[in-house]
């Protein structure tokens, strides 16, 4: 991330995988990176403040899992049966941001700009 900040164009349809900070070997626990990812309004996202009109995504809280990394999925759909899932427009822009756990305050926040590029098929955003 150039200065905390990144921006990714999808598709209706597209996945974007999110991959946790994970470490094969031992470290100190002060020094394992753990985040808690929010997504949010503009505000939100300028601010870097979760606390406006944001909600968790995923938490980022296992980082020598026996497993390997943590890894979360969004599906960039325009509609979704799943109750905790997001229905995405083209041509809108969606935020996310990090923040750090609880017990790591005064981490940078990361930043997240996700715009859904528009359809072909001519499809019109309400």
Not at 100 to 124: D, F, I, Q, R, W
């Amino acid at each position: 991330f150039w200065q905390g900040e990144y921006t990714v164009a999808v598709s209706i349809n597209d996945y974007l995988d999110v991959y946790c900070p994970y470490y094969e070997t031992p470290q100190p626990h002060s020094r394992m990176e753990r985040y808690i990812l929010f997504m949010v309004n503009h505000d939100g996202y300028l601010s870097c403040e979760h606390r406006m009109r944001g909600f968790k995504r995923w938490e980022c809280n296992r980082p020598q899992s026996p497993d390997g990394p943590l890894r979360f999925s969004e599906k960039f759909q325009l509609f979704t049966s799943f109750s905790l899932g997001f229905e995405f427009r083209p041509g809108h822009e969606y935020y996310y941001i990090s923040s750090p756990h609880p017990n790591h305050a005064g981490k940078p926040c990361l930043k997240l700009k996700v715009y859904v590029k528009p359809t072909s098929s001519g499809y019109e955003s309400p």
